[in-house]
């Protein structure tokens, strides 16, 4: 399987400015932040896209939410509101393929997407 800048980062051969750490996630703040938070939340599992979740990811997929919602009450924005983007392939823009939720707070988000 490909490997990615995220795979550096969950190696630690790059640095990031990691927010949270256990066995299965990762949470970093973004490079290049689209908001006043801006985390992404990631598994450890290479999974490139959306696309590739399996059944048996079922449970993993749902402590990805899980450990951004703690993330998102950690981070003070849990009342204010916040954003969730996962990006598929190229038409959604996705650059690293390797799963990835954003997390995305602290300002005020227009809809619908541009
Ligand atoms: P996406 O377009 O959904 O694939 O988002 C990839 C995100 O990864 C972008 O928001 C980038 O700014 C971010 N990114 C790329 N490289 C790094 C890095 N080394 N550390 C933190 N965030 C990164």
Not at 36 to 44: A, D, F, G, R, W
Not at 61 to 89: D, P
Request: glycine share 6%; proline share 6%; with cysteine.
């Amino acid at each position: 399987m490909a490997d990615t800048i995220f795979s550096k980062i969950i190696r630690k051969e790059i640095p990031a400015d990691i927010v949270y750490e256990d066995d299965e996630f990762l949470a970093f703040r973004d490079i290049a932040p689209q908001a006043p938070v801006h985390i992404l939340v990631i598994p450890k599992k290479e999974i490139p896209t959306v696309n590739d979740i399996e059944e048996e990811d079922a449970n993993l997929i749902g402590r990805l939410f899980l450990v951004a919602k703690q993330l998102a009450s950690k981070l003070g924005i849990s009342e204010s509101g916040y954003r969730l983007v996962i990006n598929c392939n190229k038409d959604a823009g996705q650059a690293v393929y390797h799963l990835h939720l954003h997390l995305l707070g602290g300002r005020k988000f227009s809809w619908p997407p541009g």
